[in-house]
């Protein structure tokens, strides 16, 4: 191994132990940007695998994926400008009405959004909408609970991958939607904090159509050896921009006729 590697992988490892130490203690640490000079995408990705051990040691296997940033508003909030995926565990999943403690979370958002449960593998490496379509056995209402290990949320697009996309649980309705899948484009959710609604958008508005977000997943996880399993979850990506909650608060995704998740902090 060349200085250069050792010292890289050196720098993944300091990074994932940081971030660990965050989940622990609450305390949110600086930017990565600014301790591990040149850190990459491949570099963030390898942060983010580098934990997986410690947090499935902790909180159980990992049940699903979740895709980031597929939005230009959640792009546009955050500052970053390109979709990004992390993973949730037995542990981070909750479902309707759940209460949650909100200093689980150092400084957490929520966002609606669809969930899909998988009923076949997505790998090759060629995914395609079709194929996606063929392999979502349901549709749910879905609550990500968004949280940054980063200080006061300064992140940059290796930042937030490095942090397991910014990911911190997410609720899923027991009862799926009934709606086609292709149907999910036009259809509209709301967004609501303690029963006021802070943002409104459809589908489409998940990197112009979910189901290309997670073709989008399935082919980036095949880049780096992996797959989309059977049985696990997908979320796509967020219909409207994150808000923020506190203690006592209730957060609801409301898609109308089809349904609606709440979840309490």
Known sequence: MSNATEKNEQAVREAAAALIDAYETGNPIPPLRNSFEGMDIADAYRVQKAQIP???????EIVGRKVGLTSLAMQKQLGVDSP??????????????????ADTF??????????????????????TRADVAEAIES????????????KDWDITLPDTIADNASCGAVAISEAPLEVAIEALNATTCSLLID????GTGKGEDVLG???????????????????????????????TSAAPVDA?????????????LTIHF
Do not use: M
């Open 84 to 101: 990004d995926f992390g993973f949730f565990t037995e542990a981070q999943l909750y479902r309707d009405d759940a209460r949650i403690a």
């Open 248 to 260: 006592g608060s209730s957060a609801t995704a409301d898609f109308g006729s089809l349904g609606t």
């Open 195 to 198: 029963g006021t609604v802070t």
């Open 54 to 60: 410690a947090l499935t040691e902790k909180w159980g």
């Open 106 to 127: 150092i400084s957490p958002k929520v966002e609606p959004e669809f969930a899909f449960l998988l009923n076949k593998e997505l790998s090759g490496g060629n995914t």
């Open 209 to 239: 159509d979910p189901l290309e977000a997670v073709a989008w997943l399935a082919n980036i996880l095949h880049e780096q050896g992996d797959v989309l399993a059977a049985g696990q979850w997908v979320l796509p990506g967020s219909i």
């Open 139 to 150: 549709v749910h209402a879905a609550i990500e609970i968004i949280d940054s290990r980063i």
